[in-house]
């Protein structure tokens, strides 16, 4: 496989979370932009943390199925390895990324790689759909929708949940994270994010889920999200929640 010329978001943070797909020029983005903000691998590990504690909460209530969106390099403790026993559908938007999570999951019956753009549900493969998150509609299911919201803007976001949230079956969980506000004091790190990136202050977060019920602990800085001991000390870049589509 040929070297990429360009940077990739999902290996730029499997370069943070310690992995081994990643490439020069990723490693070379990840600095610079750590040149303009800081050290990101702390961040980026409490936000992986997060979604194990969610991914664990979401089997420990009986759904054994997940559909991931924006799912990037799928290791480094993700869905399929912090819940052993259940089926995943990954999916993502970038050919080079679902080409790469087809070949790090050929030999996997459990879990699966796709193209799926969560703002078009129908774009998912309704085969790997059968075959990966069995029931599909008709029983519970675990959306894993991270590293999304901050690149859709409000109107579409809404939007996105609410048709995720018509499609599962009543009891499905949904796994989402929030960028607030961190970058506004490193504009130049600001910039490289991109025109369609977009912060929310935290009391923007909760309207945006629509109909889906954050459980309890409510939307709060990922390393706040029922961590194991005394919370991670890192900077509030991720607000994450568990909500819910409640049982009839």
């Known amino acids: 496989?040929?070297?990429?010329?360009?940077?990739?978001?999902?290996?730029?943070?499997?370069?943070?979370?310690?992995?081994?797909?990643?490439?020069?020029?990723?490693?070379?983005?990840?600095?610079?932009?750590?040149?303009?903000?800081?050290?990101?691998?702390?961040?980026?590990?409490?936000?992986?943390?997060?979604?194990?504690?969610?991914?664990?909460?979401?089997?420990?209530?009986?759904?054994?199925?997940?559909?991931?969106?924006?799912?990037?390099?799928?290791?480094?403790?993700?869905?399929?390895?912090?819940?052993?026993?259940?089926?995943?559908?990954?999916?993502?938007?970038?050919?080079?990324?679902?080409?790469?999570?087809?070949?790090?999951l050929a030999d996997s019956d459990r879990a699966g790689y796709g193209y799926g753009d969560a703002t078009d549900i129908g774009t998912v493969d309704p085969a790997q759909l059968h075959r990966f998150v069995p029931g599909w509609g008709r029983r519970p299911v675990g959306v894993v929708f991270l590293g999304l919201a901050a690149f859709l803007d409000d109107d579409t976001l809404a939007r996105t949940l609410d048709e995720l949230y018509e499609a599962v079956a009543p009891g499905s969980f949904l796994a989402i994270d929030f960028d607030g506000?961190?970058?506004?004091?490193?504009?130049?790190?600001?910039?490289?994010?991109?025109?369609?990136?977009?912060?929310?202050?935290?009391?923007?977060?909760?309207?945006?889920?629509?109909?889906w019920q954050p459980t309890a602990d409510g939307i709060v800085p990922v390393a706040q999200w029922r961590p194991a001991g005394v919370p991670e000390p890192v900077p509030d870049a991720f607000y994450g929640a568990l909500a819910v589509k409640p049982a009839d």
């Open 181 to 211: 506000e961190e970058l506004a004091a490193y504009p130049e790190a600001l910039a490289m994010m991109g025109p369609a990136f977009r912060m929310r202050a935290p009391a923007r977060f909760g309207p945006l889920l629509g109909r």
């Open 1 to 104: 496989m040929a070297e990429p010329d360009q940077p990739s978001t999902a290996r730029m943070i499997d370069h943070w979370l310690g992995g081994a797909h990643h490439h020069p020029v990723d490693v070379a983005a990840a600095g610079a932009f750590e040149g303009a903000y800081g050290p990101c691998a702390e961040i980026f590990r409490s936000l992986r943390d997060f979604l194990g504690r969610a991914v664990r909460a979401i089997a420990d209530a009986g759904v054994d199925n997940f559909l991931v969106f924006g799912a990037g390099v799928p290791t480094c403790g993700n869905v399929h390895e912090v819940a052993p026993d259940a089926t995943v559908l990954y999916t993502d938007v970038d050919p080079v990324t679902v080409r790469l999570g087809q070949r790090l």
